[in-house]
């Protein structure tokens, strides 16, 4: 059984920044591998589609209440990678993994982990905005229902919360009976945002958040992140740079499924160590 | 690899700011050249090209800046546009004390000038910035790390012009405003080898991304002297 601990409660000396202008370099985290506790680590891991090896040994330590940011070239694996952390990929014929993926130091893989459980912790957020073709309310009790919360009052209480956190309450306060499909794109994705906050995760992984929306609506998903940043450990896969330098404190840089750097973000996008990071971030890929 | 239209235009940015600073350098010649001479047309082309230099150094500051806002650079790209305003800005302040060094002109001897080695210190001044071009160009640590020792020397020719002055001084029959023009010029010159310094500075952190400004020991001497 998966004995997934409420970080929120138990790692309270981690410090975190205000915000990500303050350049995120804490003394105790002078680097993002190696040492420390980690919300997210991984250790020699790889995700294979039958033969194809689209994640190749990454060791890496995600931090807690931080924003990291996953960039490379299409089919780099890092969605893969992402998308490992919730076992999206469990879905996918084929697919299996080595090595070890730690929540809370307790393997993601592990023989008696529960996905239900572990994917209440680790949220998810795609690139197209999906809600349910139902009531904008009915979309953000929904999984608290399956989570046993019956209660009117208690579920009133968690999807004004929820929307609240998501920053579209004053957006939809008066239309909650409203089928969600008729909010625009950019309140819908918040909307999704607000519905993964409802069964309060301790992660929200963001796949390309932004990349079906408007730069208004993006601006408000950006804001967001920086919002939630420091009461939940998030991780976003972007293909837009500048939005990577934008909202995270440490970015990660995948090549054809191996972890060429992970660094502070103002480190990586001013002086990155790898040859090949800068070559990538500056256009210069061959 | 093929270069892209942004990387084009970081060598074309790049390609302005060395033809400024040959522009720079050129103008310190002309100016110690026509104030040994007392030359007053030499003078006022000196100032004319300053002029140049202003306004080629805005218009480089401009394209930089829409350069950052338009293209958003990052790693060397950043750093070299970073670099490129701030050498741009210590070639101008350059120009700047040529022609401070032409308005010493109406108070100061042939015979005063020659008594102290200006031309050596100017030629010294602008080899230093010669050479931290050169290291800009090239992208060469090494020669930047050069162009910082070299500092020193100048500073050593200042001191001692200051001594000899301040010894001149003494005599009762001294012209102390011409006296203090020299001191002024030495001064100039000194002020240009530091420019040129910063410049080096600069170029160590274009190829490294480190900042090495100010990372003596003086901060700990001083609490050091303190506690003494």
């Known amino acids: 059984m998966l004995m997934i601990t409420d970080v929120r409660n138990t790692s309270e000396s981690v410090p975190v920044p205000k915000t990500t202008r303050e350049i ?20 020699e891991f790889s995700v294979y589609y039958g033969d194809f090896e689209a994640v190749k040994r990454v060791s890496a330590d995600i931090l807690s209440k931080y924003v990291t940011a996953i960039i490379g070239p299409s089919g780099c694996g890092k969605s893969t ?25 307790e393997d993601i893989y592990g023989k008696y982990t529960d996905e239900v459980l572990l994917r209440k912790k680790v949220g998810m957020v795609f690139q197209k905005p999906n809600p349910f073709p139902k009531s904008i309310f009915d979309n953000i009790a929904y999984g608290p229902r399956l989570h046993g919360v019956n209660d009117k009052k208690k579920l009133m209480e968690i999807v004004e919360r929820s929307l609240r956190k998501a920053a579209i309450w004053d957006e939809v306060c008066d239309r909650l009976d409203k089928n969600a499909l008729g909010l625009s794109g950019g309140q819908q994705q918040r909307l999704c945002v607000a519905r993964t906050l409802a069964v309060e995760p301790e992660v929200l992984l963001l796949d390309e958040p932004t990349s079906a929306l408007d730069p208004k609506a993006t601006a408000k998903i950006e804001d967001l992140i920086q919002e939630l940043r420091g009461s939940y450990t998030i991780m976003i896969v972007t293909h837009n740079m500048q939005q990577a330098s934008r909202v995270s404190d440490s970015t990660m840089f995948f090549y054809e499924g191996i972890l060429v750097e992970h660094a502070p973000t103002a480190q990586l996008f001013v002086n990155p160590k790898d040859p090949m990071t800068e070559d990538y971030i500056t256009g210069r890929f061959s | 690899m093929s270069s892209r239209p942004v990387h084009e235009l970081i060598k074309e940015l790049s390609q302005v700011l060395v033809q400024l600073s040959d522009k720079v350098v050129e103008n310190l010649f002309n100016a110690l050249h026509a104030v040994k001479h007392q030359d007053e047309h030499g003078a006022r082309q000196i100032r004319i090209i300053d002029h140049e230099i202003d306004v080629a150094e805005v218009n480089l500051e401009e394209r930089c800046l829409a350069f950052l806002a338009l293209q958003q650079p990052v790693a060397r790209d950043l750093r070299t546009i970073v670099t490129i305003i701030k050498i741009n800005d ?25 008594s102290f080695a200006f031309e050596d210190m100017g030629a010294h001044a602008a080899e230093m910035v010669k050479k931290s071009i050169e290291a800009f160009i090239s992208k060469d640590r090494l020669l930047a790390d050069q162009v910082c020792a070299l500092d020193e020397e100048i500073d050593v020719m200042h001191r001692s012009v200051f001594k000899k002055v301040t010894t001149l001084m003494k005599n009762q029959d001294s012209d102390v405003d011409q006296l203090i023009a020299a001191l002024s010029i030495s001064r100039y010159i000194e002020r240009m080898a530091d420019h040129a310094s910063r410049i080096a500075y600069e170029v160590i952190y274009l190829v490294t991304g480190e900042i090495v400004r100010h990372k003596g ?8 002297s303190i506690k003494e």
């Open chain 2, 217 to 224: 020991v003086l901060y700990e001497k001083l609490i050091e």
């Open chain 1, 81 to 105: 990678f992402l998308r490992a952390i919730n076992r999206m990929n469990d879905l996918i014929p084929g697919c299996h993994t080595t090595g070890s993926l730690l929540f809370d130091g």
């Open chain 1, 24 to 43: 995120y370099l804490p003394p105790q985290r002078s680097t993002i591998t190696g040492g420390g506790a980690a919300h997210i680590a991984a250790r």
């Open chain 2, 90 to 114: 210590d070639l101008e302040r350059i120009g700047d004390l040529a022609v401070h060094i032409i308005d010493r002109m109406p108070e100061i001897s042939p015979e005063m000038l020659d």
